[in-house]
């Protein structure tokens, strides 16, 4: 426990010695921009589609700052207690590879694919040698680190959309993240004792290679700057439940991702085994959000007897009436309603609307000033034109197409 306590107090030192630096504020301000400018995008792009503009890229980009802060600080203690050295695991290597894959696809963008191919091009030809445990490791700390961000960030202030899916026109929530991500690394410097520091207990590192591990390894903590992103768009869940099933997805890959790392360190026979789990152990990940999409009814579509929500606009008048989304407008001061011009017409001053949520009619009072809107977004409608269209991943298509192809040979 003592040992605990003081890396980590030498790891707050190196924290705050990192965060007074101006070079480091520098940087870290221009990733702000970057992402405050992406969401900014997201935005715009909603406003062309729903009609309304939220005006809260600045609140998302700082909750992502604040939300990468702490997943750095777990990162970085994980980092610490598996023992990841930077030294000698082909980090400029695999950005290259991350970077060729994201010209073949998007998606590849991404060091469970870039880390995956490198691994097997090393243990399979030998020409680049890199410790393989320690870089998928690596990768299945930083998707550790992203699981949690999007189970804690990933639903926040989704940006609602109109797209079309399979010929129909729908709702939907733009689940898009990033997160800036201050991590604290190990990065061997020799062998040897070391004129300061804390002695660590005798099983660490967890992850090291004990066919080639010789005396004692002296390390130093570095700064390292790394951003995370996260996608999605929802048509069939809250937003709120599709973060936790893409987290929970995520986590699970990661968790059994750095377990073979730290078995592969010490029984080198399962590096071939890590290294293919790596690309198509995420593959997978994708592909169960993909199906779990694709198997459900869409959720945000126009119902009949009444104005669907899909959402509200936050600290609207709408909002402040209790109004939620997936909410079922009935009536407005005693008129029936069936779309949102009708509402845009009947609402003036205080009104008196019944909603059905649930099964249940509730009444709830909305008060509008002159000239205000409700700040009600609703599902799309017949006039609605302008939509984003979706189509499934062309991997995951052919995939889907294969298996239901040896499906019927089977049977």
Request: net charge positive.
């Given at each position: 426990?003592?040992?605990?306590?003081?890396?980590?107090?030498?790891?707050?030192?190196?924290?705050?010695?990192?965060?007074?630096?101006?070079?480091?504020?520098?940087?870290?301000?221009?990733?702000?921009?970057i992402v405050?400018?992406?969401?900014?995008?997201?935005?715009?792009?909603?406003?062309?589609?729903?009609?309304?503009r939220r005006r809260q890229y600045l609140r998302s980009a700082l909750f992502s700052t604040l939300a990468g802060l702490l997943g750095?600080?777990?990162?970085?203690?994980?980092?610490v207690l598996v023992g990841i050295d930077l030294n000698n695991i082909g980090i400029m290597q695999l950005w290259v590879i991350a970077i060729l894959l994201m010209l073949i696809n998007p998606r590849f963008l991404c060091f469970a694919y870039a880390g995956g191919l490198l691994s097997l091009f090393s243990l399979l030809t030998g020409l680049i040698e890199i410790n393989v445990a320690q870089l998928l490791a690596l990768v299945a700390v930083l998707h550790l680190v992203e699981s949690i961000l999007i189970l804690v960030n990933g639903h926040y202030l989704a940006v609602p959309l109109?797209?079309?899916?399979?010929?129909?026109?729908?709702?939907?929530?733009?689940?898009?993240?990033?997160?800036?991500?201050?991590?604290?690394?190990?990065?061997?410097?020799?062998?040897?004792?070391?004129?300061?520091?804390?002695?660590?207990?005798?099983?660490?590192?967890?992850?090291r290679d004990y066919t080639g591990f010789v005396g004692e390894q002296t390390y130093a903590l570095l700064p390292v700057l790394a951003i995370l992103g996260?996608?999605?768009?929802?048509?069939?869940?809250?937003?709120?439940?599709?973060?936790?099933q893409s987290a929970f997805n995520?986590?699970?890959?990661?968790?059994?991702?750095?377990?073979?790392?730290?078995?592969?360190?010490?029984?080198h026979?399962?590096?071939?085994?890590?290294?293919?789990?790596?690309?198509?152990?995420?593959?997978?990940?994708?592909?169960?959000?993909?199906r779990d999409e694709s198997n459900k009814r869409p959720l945000y579509m126009k119902a009949s007897g009444g104005l669907k929500v899909l959402d509200t606009i936050p600290g609207s008048p709408a909002q402040q009436a209790g109004i939620q989304t997936l909410d079922l407008i009935v009536s407005i001061n005693g008129l029936n309603l069936e779309d949102h011009d009708e509402m845009i017409n009947i609402c003036q001053g205080e009104n008196i609307i019944k909603i059905k949520r649930k099964n249940r009619i509730l009444s709830c009072r909305l008060i509008l000033k002159e000239g205000q809107q409700a700040g009600i977004i609703p599902v799309p409608e017949r006039q609605n034109f302008r939509y984003l269209q979706l189509e499934d991943d062309s991997i995951f298509d052919l995939a889907r197409r294969l298996w239901r192809y040896i499906k019927r040979l089977l049977h």
């Open positions: 426990m003592e040992q605990a306590l003081e890396v980590l107090l030498l790891m707050g030192r190196v924290i705050m010695v990192t965060f007074t630096s101006p070079l480091f504020i520098l940087l870290y301000l221009l990733l702000f921009g405050a400018w992406q969401y900014k995008r997201m935005e715009e792009l909603s406003e062309r589609l729903v009609g309304i750095g600080m777990l990162g970085s203690i994980v980092l109109y797209v079309q899916k399979k010929g129909i026109i729908q709702g939907a929530f733009n689940l898009q993240k990033f997160w800036p991500i201050p991590l604290v690394a190990l990065v061997s410097i020799g062998y040897g004792e070391a004129s300061s520091g804390v002695d660590m207990p005798s099983w660490w590192p967890l992850l996260y996608g999605d768009i929802s048509t069939t869940r809250k937003p709120w439940l599709r973060a936790r995520l986590f699970s890959f990661s968790l059994v991702l750095l377990l073979l790392a730290i078995l592969a360190s010490r029984w026979i399962l590096l071939l085994a890590a290294a293919l789990f790596s690309p198509l152990g995420h593959e997978l990940v994708i592909w169960l959000g993909m």
